[in-house]
């Protein structure tokens, strides 16, 4: 991997970039960005997580994931994303490194994430990093699939 990626915390000068590579990479997986509806805490990061993290090739986001306070012990990995231009080059494993460690630094003894079934390669990413299934956490009508990982150990 020649090129240097860069994982850096969100701020507001990032939204432009970020609602731009939001509304290529969601497509790309099956979904579609709405902003006013669905997404809108895309708007008001801040107030929604513990931490955001964009990874830039450049000046582009290309990937994106964020750790989401649950409780004093629990947190739920969010957004991890990639565009698949950039997919089977540790990226996202990378990402989701971040987001661990991130976590397990802040203190949180857990962390939950919900996708779906057919998102094969980000499952396979979540049981190679430790992550096991478990009960249904959340209200999500948009996930089939509940896992969690003890960052204690």
């Known amino acids: 991997m020649d090129r240097n990626f860069i994982i850096t915390e969100y701020d507001k000068t990032l939204e432009s970039r970020l609602f731009a590579f939001l509304e290529k990479c969601l497509?790309?997986?099956?979904?579609?960005?709405?902003?006013?509806?669905?997404?809108?805490?895309?708007?008001?990061?801040?107030?929604?997580?513990?931490?955001?993290?964009?990874?830039?090739?450049?000046?582009?986001?290309?990937?994106?994931?964020?750790?989401?306070?649950?409780?004093?012990?629990d947190c739920e990995l969010k957004s991890l994303?990639?565009?698949?231009?950039?997919?089977?080059?540790?990226?996202?494993?990378?990402?989701?490194?971040?987001?661990?460690?991130?976590?397990?630094?802040?203190?949180?003894?857990?962390?939950?994430?919900?996708s779906l079934s057919t998102s094969k390669r980000a499952l396979k990413l979540y049981r190679m990093a430790g992550f096991t299934d478990t009960e249904k956490y959340n209200d999500s009508i948009f996930s089939d699939v509940f896992m969690v990982l003890e960052l204690r150990r």
């Open 27 to 73: 497509p790309e997986s099956g979904r579609s960005l709405d902003l006013n509806g669905r997404h809108s805490f895309y708007k008001d990061i801040p107030c929604h997580f513990d931490v955001f993290l964009c990874m830039t090739d450049g000046e582009t986001i290309i990937g994106t994931v964020a750790v989401r306070p649950m409780n004093d012990k």
């Open 81 to 114: 994303y990639l565009l698949e231009k950039y997919h089977g080059m540790g990226l996202g494993r990378k990402l989701l490194e971040t987001a661990v460690r991130y976590a397990a630094d802040s203190g949180y003894e857990r962390m939950y994430l919900d």
